[in-house]
């Protein structure tokens, strides 16, 4: 995955810049990873998943949920959760697709938290 950071030195908000298929990863992170304890927590929740001390986690966010597997990382808007609607967006509605879910490796999605901390700091 690739990723840009850039910080706002007026509000001293961080912001990231991901390829499309990753985007909503960018929305997600922007506002919850702020913290740096938080994203240091995170990262120790990482461990444990890698570690297999855990199969999975689940963080529920203010927007998006994401969800961690051995595997992957995927991030979700709560509002894709919560319609009922099973249908497929079209492809040429794809580029919304990728604004309200993302998935990675889990590897990837570390290597994106901790640079995201060194960022922070």
């Known amino acids: 995955m690739e990723y840009e950071f850039r910080k ?9 810049q991901t390829e499309m298929d990753h ?13 740096v304890d938080w994203v240091e927590a995170l990262l120790a929740k990482i461990d444990a998943v890698q570690n297999r ?16 597997t051995y595997a992957d990382a995927q991030v979700i808007n709560h509002r894709l959760m919560e319609s009922g609607d099973d249908e497929e967006l079209t492809d040429d509605m ?28």
Not at 8 to 16: E, K, R, S
Not at 95 to 119: M, P, Q, R, T, V
């Open 8 to 16: 706002d030195f007026i509000t001293g908000q961080a912001t990231v």
């Open 23 to 35: 985007e909503a990863i960018a929305t997600w992170l922007e506002m919850e990873g702020q913290s």
């Open 53 to 68: 001390s855990l199969t999975e986690y689940k963080q529920p966010g203010s927007e998006f949920n994401l969800l961690l």
């Open 94 to 121: 794809s580029f919304y697709d990728a604004e309200i879910e993302a998935c990675c490796g889990l590897e990837d999605f570390k290597n994106l938290l901790e640079s995201w901390l060194e960022f922070i700091i």
